[in-house]
Structure formats: structure tokens, C-alpha cells
């Protein structure tokens, strides 16, 4: 069977800090390759606006990592929003949509994709893929995914669930 990793570096930013312990992404790529093909690795992420150095720094060795350990990265420059009505500063990725392009484009080349992120906007592609025969297993952090990705999915699998295997030392 040829398996392909999707990563939403968002949402899995998200549940590490949730869940208080840190993802080894070398660890994840040796979980989901045993005993099949891994077709593609690939993972998702906004970097840090250019005015955060050390933030620049710190994310393009993690990136260095990544893509020795055979990830492609798909990264874009994180789009910083000031509200105006509450002095707040936000930051937002908006990847979703390249992992599902990513997902569709290379549609022939997996019969399972696992997509790391809870996102109910995932829904309709998960719904296509198994439509397509593909196999679709979703992890995450089972309190912040999306109930109805979980019932989409032919798998869910909690982080939590399989820390044992991907967590870094």
C-alpha cells in the first residue's frame, strides 16, 4: 500500500502545545512508512513574518530538518492582521487549501493519505477521496478535531494514542 503524510504545521503546532509534549516528525515519517510505501511527505506551514529574526531563524532550521528527514515543505510568509476595533495582532497561515491541492494533484500516486489536522474545511476532500477508493485516516488531538472529519475519516488516531512512537526524546 503507498501512503502519502499530509501535515497541517498549524494545527500541529497547536496540539503539541495542547497536549505538552513535542511531535518528532523523523519518529511520524518512520510510524507511517512501516510496512508500506510512503509515496510523499508533506508539510504546511506559514512562516514568521520577516521582522521576527530569531523566529526566521528557528523555522528555516526546522525546515532544514524536515526536508533532510524527506518532507517537502510548503510554506508561504504568515499574513499578520491588525484589528483595528481591539488593538489585537493576529496571525494566519491560510495553507488549507494548498494541502488540498496537494492532495488532488497527487491523487494517483497514494491509496491512503493521512492528514495531521482536525479542520472540518477538510471535509469534502476526505469525502472525494473515499468516494475515489482511497483510504483516509485523520490524527490529531480528538478535542480539538472536527467531530464530522472524524466520522468522514476511515481512521482517526489521537495523538495521544500513538505519543509512545512520535514523540520527540
Known amino acids: ?3 502519502a503524510l499530509f501535515i497541517d504545521g498549524a494545527a500541529m503546532f497547536y ?3 495542547e497536549n505538552g509534549w513535542f511531535i518528532d516528525y523523523k519518529k511520524v515519517h518512520q510510524y507511517f512508512a512501516d510496512s508500506k510505501q510512503l509515496s510523499g ?4 506551514t506559514a512562516t514568521p513574518p520577516a521582522s521576527n529574526h530569531q523566529a526566521v531563524d ?6 532544514r530538518f524536515l526536508i533532510y528527514t524527506g518532507y517537502h515543505v510548503i510554506d508561504k510568509e504568515v499574513k499578520v492582521i491588525n484589528d483595528q476595533r481591539t488593538g489585537q495582532v493576529k496571525l494566519k497561515g491560510n495553507l488549507d487549501i494548498e494541502l488540498i491541492f496537494r492532495m488532488l494533484s497527487g491523487i494517483n500516486s497514494y491509496d491512503e493519505a493521512v492528514i495531521f ?3 472540518s474545511d477538510y ?3 476526505v469525502s472525494h ?3 475515489l477508493g482511497k483510504a483516509v485516516v485523520c490524527v490529531g488531538r480528538r478535542a480539538s478535531t472536527s467531530i464530522e472529519l472524524i466520522n468522514e475519516c476511515d481512521r482517526f488516531i489521537d495523538l495521544s494514542d500513538i505519543r509512545t512512537w512520535i514523540e520527540r526524546d
Open 1 to 3: 500500500m503507498r501512503v
Open 41 to 44: 511527505a508533506y508539510y504546511f
Open 58 to 63: 528557528n523555522y528555516r532550521r526546522f525546515k
Open 15 to 17: 496540539a503539541q502545545r
Open 117 to 119: 489536522g482536525g479542520d
Open 129 to 131: 477521496l473515499r468516494n
Open 123 to 125: 471535509l469534502s476532500v
